[in-house]
Structure formats: C-alpha cells, structure tokens
C-alpha cells in the first residue's frame, strides 16, 4: 500500500519542470546506504545516514530537486548536512513539496564535490531524490565511496541519534527531529575514526523481540531486509553492500517495555531471538565480524530490582558464548559504559556521550586488529 502511496507522489514530482540553461543529473550519483531505485528517474530512502555525493566542473551553482514525504509526525521534517568540497556548510531541510534547493552559488568552474548526509531516521518521513541540478554545460565526473572497510551498524534510537543535539539535566522531554544528528551518532563518528564507509539500519523505539510500545509488530529483526523499514513490499539487495564490521545494538527497547508496561523480558526468549538474529545475519554475511553490544541507557538502579544492567549483559554475553561455542569464532561482545550527564532527549545519549561511545568502542576494535 505504501508502496504505492510512493508511486503516486513520484508521478506529482515528475511535474516539476526546471530551466533550460540547467540539468538534472541523478545517475551519475552515488550513494551509500539503504536506497530504492526501482522507480525511474528517482531514488527513494529513508534511513538516517544515507549519503549522495557527486563530482562535477564547469557549473557556479548547483541545487538539488528532492521533497519529503510519508511523515510519521506531520510536524517533524527531515534534515540532511550538506558539504562542498569535504566542508560542511550547514543544514538543509526538504519540505513536502518538490522544489530545488540551492546548495551553492558563485562557484569558481574548477571541479567541486557535493554530499548531502541524513541526519534524520526513517519515522520523520522517506526522501525522494531526483537529482542535483547543474549548468547545463557542465560536466559530471566520476565519483564514488571507495573505502577498504564496510560498516554496518544495527540499532534504535540510541544508533539513530535520537536527541542528541540537545545536552542537560533534567532531560528534555519530547522529541524534535532538529535535534537529531546521526552523522555525530556513535556508529559514524566510529566510521570515520576507521575511515570506512557507513550504512546504518536502526529505528526509534524498536527492540529484538519487543518494541518500546509493548508489541512485536516491526521488530529490528522483522523489517532487517526491507529497504524502506515501514515498507512491507521493499526488499534489499543484499549484494548491494556487503559489511566486513556489523554492530548490533538492541533490547533497550524490550526492557523499557518491561519497565513502562510490566512485560518481563524472558531470558531464554530474549537469547533464542537474539541467536536467530544473529544467525540470520551470519547467513547473509559469512565473512563479517559481529559484534553485540550493549547500549548505555539501562541500570541496575532504576526500575527498582529490576537489575536490568547485569541481566542484559548477562543474556548478549550468553548469545555471544553459545555462537563461538558453536563454532563461530568471529562474534563478540563489547558493552558501553552507563551514561552521565548532560543528556539528550527524553534521557538519550548527548552528542558528547556518543563521541565516548565511539572512542571506546574504537579501543575495542583495535584490539581485534581494525
């Protein structure tokens, strides 16, 4: 149904009608992510950190012809960084109705890249991208991601970013999609640190068995091989990227649901799920080093003899020690240090808490030889 939602919306977008002296390039895009594009002349994504970049000379200015669409949270709109020439030169934000964006004007004819980067996850809504417009006699020149190491990194809010431009104490309450910045999520500052290229699969409020809301409808593992995750109908090409590094970070969500709603979280359940995951992803990516983290949200304080800290690093370090008991050697355990003020949004990770994350957890790393 979604899907065909998109369809429509992609034949009110081809109405846009640009100027003569200009053209639109997509093609010769590149991207680096989770994207769709089974629809001619559009590419269609939603999950955050989803990169485009393009290489060209010979054009002054140079927009892009994108718009917003399937807004969870009408009032929230996605947010992408925008760099030229590997310098970032802030934030734009589509609206809901496709027109160009200008990236930059005054541009010398010498040769330029540009990269746009969400920022935003996939509840604030799905992208359509038709392309950056250039001069018309310009040239497009080869570009690409070329990295020697893939990474991926699993998650849900905590991976997304989720608040994290906020910082303070008391927390504040309610999330706002400005205040969202995956490029400073702990997973890509990891990446970077590693100079690799980045692919992110994570979603607020969703766990391995349960989600934040109580129910299992659209768990991580459930919408791990679709494109779009709210789009039953998209499916990866898992030939698209293949990761040598894959991070799982889940079930915060599904003891938050055991604290807010009274739904014991079953250890040989969480673990059972938790090994299929992994199985499943062991299948898809024979060769990846896996690693299963524990998050930096939970505490053996609060819910009160809930000891949800010691139980979660007790049931992912189980998961860890039956996969190498049974013969996978390549999948280990890291867990995250509790956070400490200031805070994000609704008590999520600050930027400056992600940026602790990332450099222990690349201690870590180099200790298996990254």
Same mark, same amino acid.
């Given at each position: 149904?979604?899907?065909?939602?998109?369809?429509?919306?992609?034949?009110?977008?081809?109405?846009?009608?640009?100027?003569?002296?200009?053209?639109?390039?997509?093609?010769?895009?590149?991207?680096?992510?989770?994207?769709?594009?089974?629809?001619?002349?559009?590419?269609?994504?939603?999950?955050?950190?989803?990169?485009?970049?393009?290489?060209?000379?010979?054009?002054?200015?140079?927009?892009?012809?994108?718009?917003?669409?399937?807004?969870?949270?009408?009032?929230?709109?996605?947010?992408? %960084?925008?760099?030229?020439?590997?310098?970032?030169?802030?934030?734009?934000?589509?609206?809901?109705?496709?027109?160009?964006?200008?990236?930059?004007?005054?541009?010398?004819?010498?040769?330029?890249?540009?990269?746009?980067?969400?920022?935003?996850?996939?509840?604030?809504?799905?992208?359509?991208?038709?392309?950056?417009?250039?001069?018309?006699?310009?040239?497009?020149?080869?570009?690409?991601?070329?990295?020697?190491?893939?990474?991926?990194?699993?998650?849900?809010?905590?991976?997304?970013?989720?608040?994290?431009?906020?910082?303070?104490?008391?927390?504040?309450?309610?999330?706002?999609?400005?205040?969202?910045?995956? %490029?400073?999520?702990?997973?890509?500052?990891?990446?970077?640190?590693?100079?690799?290229?980045?692919?992110?699969?994570?979603?607020?409020?969703?766990?391995?068995?349960?989600?934040?809301?109580?129910?299992?409808?659209?768990?991580?593992?459930?919408?791990?091989?679709?494109?779009?995750?709210?789009?039953?109908?998209?499916?990866?090409?898992?030939?698209?990227?293949?990761?040598?590094?894959?991070?799982?970070?889940?079930?915060?969500?599904?003891?938050?649901?055991?604290?807010?709603?009274?739904?014991?979280?079953?250890?040989?359940?969480?673990?059972?799920?938790?090994?299929?995951?992994?199985?499943?992803?062991?299948?898809? %990516?024979?060769?990846?080093?896996?690693?299963?983290?524990?998050?930096?949200?939970?505490?053996?304080? %609060?819910?009160?003899?809930?000891?949800?800290?010691?139980?979660?690093?007790?049931?992912?370090?189980?998961?860890?020690?039956?996969?190498?008991?049974?013969?996978?050697?390549?999948?280990?355990?890291?867990?995250?240090?509790?956070?400490?003020?200031?805070?994000?949004?609704?008590?999520?990770?600050?930027?400056?808490?992600?940026?602790?994350?990332?450099?222990?957890?690349?201690?870590?790393?180099?200790?298996?030889?990254?």
């Amino acid at each position: 149904m979604k899907r065909r939602l998109i369809l429509f919306l992609f034949l009110i977008c081809c109405c846009h009608s640009f100027t003569m002296a200009e053209k639109l390039v997509l093609k010769e895009c590149s991207f680096l992510g989770r994207v769709d594009n089974a629809y001619k002349g559009k590419v269609i994504f939603s999950y955050p950190g989803v990169s485009v970049k393009l290489k060209f000379k010979g054009s002054s200015k140079i927009s892009v012809l994108m718009a917003d669409t399937l807004r969870s949270i009408p009032e929230q709109s996605n947010y992408f %960084y925008l760099f030229i020439d590997g310098k970032l030169k802030g934030k734009i934000q589509p609206t809901t109705q496709l027109q160009p964006i200008v990236l930059a004007d005054g541009l010398s004819k010498s040769e330029h890249t540009v990269e746009l980067i969400k920022l935003t996850e996939s509840q604030v809504g799905t992208t359509i991208f038709n392309g950056f417009l250039l001069d018309d006699r310009s040239k497009v020149l080869k570009s690409d991601y070329s990295a020697d190491l893939n990474v991926e990194f699993i998650g849900n809010s905590i991976t997304c970013g989720y608040g994290n431009e906020v910082a303070s104490f008391p927390p504040k309450s309610g999330f706002e999609s400005i205040n969202q910045n995956n %490029y400073f999520a702990w997973g890509a500052i990891v990446a970077r640190k590693l100079s690799a290229n980045y692919q992110c699969v994570a979603y607020s409020g969703r766990g391995l068995r349960r989600n934040f809301s109580g129910d299992s409808l659209g768990t991580l593992p459930l919408i791990y091989n679709r494109v779009l995750p709210d789009d039953d109908d998209s499916h990866w090409n898992f030939k698209n990227y293949t990761p040598n590094l894959l991070v799982i970070n889940l079930g915060t969500n599904d003891f938050s649901a055991e604290t807010n709603l009274g739904l014991t979280v079953d250890s040989v359940e969480f673990v059972s799920s938790y090994l299929k995951f992994v199985k499943q992803l062991r299948d898809f %990516y024979p060769k990846a080093t896996i690693v299963c983290v524990v998050g930096p949200m939970m505490s053996d304080d %609060y819910p009160k003899d809930g000891m949800q800290w010691s139980r979660i690093q007790r049931y992912v370090g189980s998961v860890v020690s039956s996969s190498n008991k049974a013969g996978d050697s390549n999948i280990y355990y890291f867990a995250h240090d509790p956070q400490l003020p200031p805070l994000g949004e609704d008590y999520h990770p600050s930027k400056s808490t992600h940026e602790r994350m990332a450099d222990r957890f690349v201690s870590f790393l180099q200790t298996l030889g990254y």
